[in-house]
T-cell receptor, first 111, second 112 residues
Framework: QKEVEQNSGPLSVPEGAIASLNCTYS??????FFWYRQYSGKSPELIMF????GDKEDGRFTAQLNKASQYVSLLIRDSQPSDSATYLC???????????FGAGTRLAVHP | SQTIHQWPATLVQPVGSPLSLECTVE??????LYWYRQAAGRGLQLLFY??????ISSEVPQNLSASRPQDRQFILSSKKLLLSDSGFYLC???????????FGSGTRLTVV
């Protein structure tokens, strides 16, 4: 069973700080990695994807991938209260075109 | 641009009643389509996916079924709902690798 693990949180950070969200996956054949943001009662929205080792930056967001360690993370710089949401990590494994989601980490940014 | 429509937004149904949730996609052809369920406080569980008309793959044994009668239409059904069918149902469409999925707005189903 292919798995994606995330700490459920809540992760509480002060406004302006860096929030660090982590995700591990079990399938070494995984090829693409995604971070979704889900506000309470809403559907998930894609904020970043990464498929090469290293860092990928988009505005205040940086995704980091380490395939050797089977680890992907999301950094949110200058965190804002509007970033408070659940962040879902998703992994697409080799051989089939389906995303496997982690249970999500709840982030709370307090003023 | 592509858009995905899902309805209804909320639904309260008695145990044993039937269910039909519909999802349609605009702005793309032959999309891969997915049904996910999210139980309260839980992650997303893949229920069904479809790569084309009439092609349905089921991920988990359950009380639900799916159909794809048209290229951009995906339907989730049940003949008799159970309490355990309550949850947030999400339809999604996906592009080829390496891109992710785009979700519809979801249907919150409460079985009473």
């Amino acid at each position: 069973q292919k798995e994606v693990e995330q700490n459920s949180g809540p992760l509480s950070v002060p406004e302006g700080a860096i929030a660090s969200l982590n995700c591990t996956y079990s399938d070494r054949g995984s090829q693409s990695f995604f971070w979704y943001r889900q506000y309470s009662g809403k559907s998930p929205e894609l904020i970043m994807f990464i498929y090469s080792n290293g860092d990928k930056e988009d505005g205040r967001f940086t995704a980091q991938l380490n395939k050797a360690s089977q680890y992907v993370s999301l950094l949110i710089r200058d965190s804002q209260p509007s970033d408070s949401a659940t962040y879902l990590c998703a992994v697409r494994s080799s051989g089939y075109n389906k995303l496997i989601f982690g249970a999500g980490t709840r982030l709370a940014v307090h003023p | 641009s592509q858009t995905i429509h899902q309805w209804p937004a909320t639904l309260v149904q008695p145990v044993g009643s039937p269910l039909s949730l519909e999802c349609t996609v605009e702005g793309t052809s032959n999309p891969n389509l997915y049904w996910y369920r999210q139980a309260a406080g839980r992650g997303l569980q893949l229920l069904f996916y479809s790569v084309g008309i009439g092609q349905i793959s089921s991920e988990v044994p359950q009380n639900l079924s799916a159909s794809r009668p048209q290229d951009r239409q995906f339907i989730l059904s049940s003949k008799k709902l159970l309490l355990s069918d309550s949850g947030f149902y999400l339809c999604a469409w996906g592009r080829d690798r390496p891109y992710g999925y785009t979700f519809g707005s979801g249907t919150r189903l409460t079985v009473v």
